[in-house]
């Protein structure tokens, strides 16, 4: 246990379905991350948001949507995604973004399938 | 553009040392993270290095070359469960971070 939950922990839809991600993080942080694992890949950074307010968006497509209500909550909101979106997505948290030891904590990740 | 270089797959046997090396170019440097990732699970940090020289903990031990680019994580008395991916990840200037493809370690008795 990290901290850090997701739900759903895995997940199949259509291409013309919309879902919705959610994570939560219990350790008082003020960043929140999206990122993308594929196997064999690079983690890829989505999004983050510091201090609920989103620092990047690392030219994702249109059909991923972040949502960042508070600093416990992050949402990722999925509508008409690709096959080419299957992969791992892995919340992260950290007290703030700043040099130094801002260690990142993971949540243990949902798994989805468009199929 | 930014790059952090390991090997895909490593085997080594119970009771043995490993070593996991990490090269990498990217525009900054903030600091180098190695995280230990099992499979279907979260990725759990294992240690973070910012100056030369090393850092040990317990049965992992983490070394670093600024020059070089260059950092190994060396794992001593190795025990099955530490059959799991390692992760090298830099934090660049933007302090963001910039993470390798991870290294498969596999443990055989």
């Known amino acids: 246990e990290t901290g850090v939950t997701q739900t759903p922990r895995h997940l199949v839809m259509g291409m013309t379905n919309k879902k919705s991600l959610k994570c939560e993080q219990h350790l008082g942080h003020n960043a929140m991350y999206w990122y993308k694992q594929s196997a064999k890949k690079p983690l890829e950074l989505m999004f983050v948001y510091n201090f609920k307010e989103q620092t990047e968006n690392n030219s994702v497509p249109s059909r991923f949507s972040p949502e960042c209500p508070n600093s416990s909550h992050l949402f990722l909101h999925l509508h008409t995604l690709q096959p080419e979106d299957s992969a791992l997505y892995l919340c992260a948290s950290s007290q703030e973004i700043a040099g130094g030891p801002d260690t990142q904590y993971f949540g243990p990740g949902t798994r989805l399938t468009v199929l | 553009g930014q790059n952090i270089d390991q090997p895909t797959e490593m085997t080594a046997t119970e009771g043995a040392i490993v070593q996991i090396n990490c090269t990498y170019q990217t525009s900054g440097f903030n600091g180098l993270f190695w995280y230990q990732q099992h499979a279907g699970e979260a990725p759990t940090f294992l240690s973070y290095n910012v100056l030369d020289g090393l850092e040990e903990k317990g049965r992992f031990s983490s070394f670093l070359s600024r020059s070089k680019g260059y950092s190994y994580l060396l794992l001593k008395e190795l025990q099955m469960k530490d059959s799991a991916s390692y992760l090298c990840?830099?934090?660049?200037?933007?302090?963001?971070?910039?993470w390798g493809a991870g290294t498969k370690l596999i443990i055989k008795p």
């Open positions: 990840a830099v934090k660049d200037s933007n302090y963001q971070l910039i």
